[in-house]
Nanobody
């Protein structure tokens, strides 16, 4: 059973930084994609960033490109999201997601990921 546990959320001012971590366990993640999604109150869950566990490719939502960096540490089975230059519109619950690597056109689709963490709150004050 795959388990994903997020940590690192919190309250930060506009322009500040936070680092989210996702501890993954339960199997080998070779051939998996691991990503981050977020959901603001009253809105649908949206794609933030993703990567292939066994590769070097990364993908970002246009809204976070140049400010957020996704990375993974194979030795610790963790996926991290470094968030810099945060804006109030980045506020939401951030979810770690993982699953067999989707086809390229599905990498940004929440339904393409089989496993999800419980989420961690990120709040950016004006």
């Amino acid at each position: 059973q795959v388990t994903l546990v997020e940590s690192g959320g919190g309250l930060v001012q506009t322009g500040g930084s936070l680092r989210l971590s996702c501890a993954a366990s339960g199997r080998s993640f070779t051939n998996y994609a691991m990503g981050w999604f977020r959901q603001a109150p009253g809105k649908e869950r949206e794609f933030v960033a993703t990567l292939r566990w066994s590769g070097t490719n990364t993908w970002y939502a246009d809204s976070v490109k140049g400010r957020f960096t996704i990375s993974r540490d194979k030795s610790k089975n963790t996926v991290s999201l470094q968030m810099d230059m945060l804006k109030p519109e980045d506020t939401g619950v951030y979810f770690c997601a993982g699953g067999p690597t989707p086809i390229l056109s599905q990498l940004r689709v929440p339904g393409a990921y089989a496993y999800w963490g419980q989420g961690t709150q990120v709040t950016v004050s004006p």
